[in-house]
């Protein structure tokens, strides 16, 4: 038998459910006609279903493949792709050549902040960055003006000390 995880489709698992609540098998029977490896795998589906939670098709992002470098573009298709196909991280991780945790992560970018929140924005920006947007141009100054004023309130917290310090040895 093969070690390589396997993905059922969401029918699949609503049909194998289906049929053991209304009692059509054991949990070994109804593994054996949906080809199911190991009836644990269906006791967890019967526990989601019950819960009211939905059977998705893929099987998580633990598997580990590299990325490769992809263009805006190319993540914008990606991410739209994967929310037509009902969020299948992992079909569309491996259709790609992509990592499922680099699709999971576009896909949140992308439904918390628009299409421009995939753009590549690796390393820090340089001093003479111009940004691109008014909004852009007043997300920098107010991060900038957020770490002045940490800075400036750290200062004026190690003054403080050092002047309970002086007063303590006084």
Not at 25 to 44: F, M, P, V
Not at 120 to 135: A, F, I, M, S
Not at 150 to 162: C, F, P
């Amino acid at each position: 038998m093969s070690r390589k995880n396997k993905s059922y489709l969401a029918e699949l698992k609503y049909q194998a459910v289906g049929d053991y609540l209304s009692g059509e098998g054991s949990l070994r029977e109804i593994c054996k006609k949906y080809g199911i490896r190991d009836k644990h795998t269906l006791q967890d589906w019967i526990k989601l279903y019950n819960g009211h939670k939905e059977l998705k098709c893929h099987t998580g992002g633990s598997r580990m493949t590299k990325g490769r470098k992809t263009t805006y573009e190319e993540r914008i298709a990606f991410v739209k792709e994967c929310i037509e196909n009902g969020c299948n991280y992992t079909e569309i991780a491996q259709k790609h050549q992509v990592g499922y945790q680099q699709i999971y992560t576009w896909v949140q970018k992308y439904k918390k902040y628009g299409e421009d929140s995939l753009k590549d924005r690796q390393g820090r920006h340089k001093k003479d960055y111009k940004p691109q947007t008014e909004e852009e141009r007043l997300r920098l100054e107010n991060a900038t003006l957020k770490r002045q004023l940490y800075l400036s309130q750290m200062e004026i917290d190690v003054l403080k000390k050092l002047q309970e310090l002086e007063r303590g040895n006084r």
